[in-house]
């Protein structure tokens, strides 16, 4: 089973240094949280049934001076559990050293795709300033994974992450593997729509705001949605997230099960479907 969405900012053996950790929570919008020990966080993943966890770092340097978690920081934590995470890069894409950057952090550091939040880091999808990115994660064969719909960070305007944004990335560029995290939530049937129109197009679980994990779920996959869907039309599609340390994965995964769905399309939603945008499997 596999967690694509894991923000690692209270993972303890990058915590280090109190003032950086201060701009962490005061750029992701969590104050009440505290570092935790890796033995903490492997052990909540084993009581989730996670075996493996993507972990996403965040570069918001032009806009706000730093970085939220590093590059080389995600590294770290890889290093540390090879066996249990899977490391993502960020860039700012508004940096003179884009390119660079990702250089290093794919062939250097040998991180398994990149992260990108247009809302947080300001900028359109289709914009040309991204071309150049696109084109080092296909050269790199990595995918992308984007921030789509709402954020809870400040300062992260929904205009730049709606989902229809992504559409011309999608057609243009229709080898590279992306995805629209959170479903795009709340324009679920325009992510639904960029699943179904596009062979490269992803998205995850990853989008509990409101009700509880089961009441949300219901909501959206048996009422926004129709409740077949995703098992008949989308079962290669969904990947499992949960947006930690916002959300906890145990709090999701039960929630899940509880749907009407297919065991088959839950074990790709669970693992299989990650393989494959990962690059882990044909």
């Known amino acids: 089973m596999i967690n694509v969405h894991t923000h690692p900012i209270f993972y303890e053996d990058i915590c280090e240094d109190q003032e950086r950790l201060n701009f962490r929570k005061e750029q992701f919008g969590i104050f009440k949280q505290s570092p935790q020990s890796l033995e903490s966080i492997i052990t909540g993943m084993d009581y989730g049934g996670i075996d493996k966890s993507v972990l996403l770092p965040e570069d918001i340097t032009t806009l706000h001076g730093d970085v939220v978690v590093s590059n080389d920081e995600i590294k770290k934590l890889v290093d540390l559990r090879p066996d249990r995470f899977i490391g993502f890069a960020s860039v700012d894409p508004h940096r003179a050293d884009a390119l660079e950057v990702l250089d290093y952090a794919f062939r250097d550091l040998g991180l398994m795709g990149l992260k990108l939040n247009p809302s947080k880091q300001k900028f359109y999808p289709h914009d040309e300033i991204l071309h150049p990115i696109y084109k080092k994660c296909m050269e790199y064969n990595k995918p992308i994974m984007f921030h789509a719909g709402m954020s809870w960070e400040p300062d992260a305007p929904a205009k730049f992450s709606v ?10 560029h229709p080898e590279m593997r992306i995805c629209l995290a959170h479903f795009g939530w709340p324009w679920v049937q325009d992510t639904v729509m960029l699943l179904l129109k596009y062979s490269n197009v992803y998205t995850d679980t990853s989008m509990l705001y409101m009700d509880n994990a089961k009441d949300f779920y219901e909501q959206v996959f048996t009422r926004n949605m ?6 008949r039309n989308l079962n290669d599609k969904v990947m499992f997230g949960s947006n930690s340390p916002r959300i906890r994965a ?33």
């Open 163 to 172: 989902p229809l944004n992504f559409e011309e990335v999608a057609i243009t």
């Open 250 to 282: 145990s709090r999701l995964k039960p929630a899940l099960e509880s749907l009407p769905m297919r065991r088959t399309t839950l074990d790709k939603i669970f693992g299989a479907n990650a393989e494959k945008f990962l690059g882990l499997k044909g």
């Open 226 to 231: 129709g409740p077949q869907w995703i098992d």
